[in-house]
């Protein structure tokens, strides 16, 4: 059983910058692709970015350029550096453990979640 925790939510006012945090409160990433989803009110939840255990990455394009996402494997932590936040990013954010060691944005290969960290931006 893993347990993953997000961290690093808030308020914040468009422009500015997040970082989020994702760590394994119980097992380990084991290795395999960690990813960021989001999802707002009355809306499905969304792809946002992953990265594989050797760095490669994999972004939405609604994000590309402005976020990124990184990993410590030492930590078992993955973070998501948010800028140029707009209030179109609004929503709580989850990170998922995949099943494979493959980039994808199908929520649906993801099968640990954590509780999810808000995120908002004002205008």
């Known amino acids: 059983q893993v347990e993953l925790a997000e961290s690093g939510g808030g308020l914040v006012q468009a422009g500015d910058s997040l970082r989020l945090s994702c760590t394994a409160s119980?097992?380990?990433?084991?290795?395999?692709?960690i990813g960021w989803f989001r999802q707002a009110p009355d809306k499905a939840r969304d792809f946002v970015a992953c990265?594989?255990?050797?760095?490669?990455?994999y972004y939405a394009d609604s994000v590309e350029g402005r976020f990124t996402i990184s990993r410590d494997n030492a930590k078992n932590t993955v973070y998501l550096q948010m800028n140029s936040l707009d209030p179109e990013d609004t929503a709580v954010y989850y990170c998922?453990?995949?099943?494979?060691?493959?980039?994808?944005?199908?929520?649906?290969?993801?099968?640990?979640w954590g509780q999810g960290t808000q995120v908002t931006v004002s205008s």
């Open positions: 998922g453990r995949r099943r494979d060691y493959a980039l994808g944005h199908n929520p649906s290969s993801y099968e640990y």
């Open positions: 990265i594989r255990y050797d760095g490669m990455t």
């Open positions: 119980r097992g380990t990433f084991d290795s395999l692709t």
